[in-house]
């Protein structure tokens, strides 16, 4: 098993972003739909989405040259 790099200030940002909007938007809808658990899924779902996306300017490699 390799090890594994740490996350970039960039990744760990988006982690929280997601986590936060989720909270959010779990809250909004708990509150307006009466039923606590959507707050869990708010979190669930705005985890999921920060681990998935890719933080900008990742697409970047620094090891390649740009193509002409």
Same mark, same amino acid.
């Given at each position: 098993? *390799?090890?594994?790099?740490?996350? *970039? !200030?960039?990744?760990?940002?988006?982690? +929280? +972003? #997601?986590?936060?909007?989720?909270?959010?938007?779990? +809250? +909004?809808? *708990?509150?307006? &739909?009466?039923?606590?658990?959507?707050?869990? %899924? #708010?979190?669930?779902? #705005?985890?999921? &989405? #920060? %681990?998935?996306? /890719?933080? !900008?300017?990742?697409?970047?490699?620094? /090891?390649? &040259?740009?193509?002409?």
């Amino acid at each position: 098993m *390799s090890a594994r790099e740490p996350f *970039s !200030p960039a990744r760990r940002r988006q982690l +929280v +972003v #997601g986590l936060v909007v989720g909270l959010i938007i779990g +809250v +909004v809808v *708990s509150l307006w &739909t009466g039923f606590w658990l959507w707050l869990a %899924a #708010g979190l669930a779902v #705005g985890l999921a &989405t #920060g %681990a998935l996306m /890719k933080p !900008p300017g990742e697409d970047e490699d620094p /090891k390649r &040259t740009p193509r002409r």
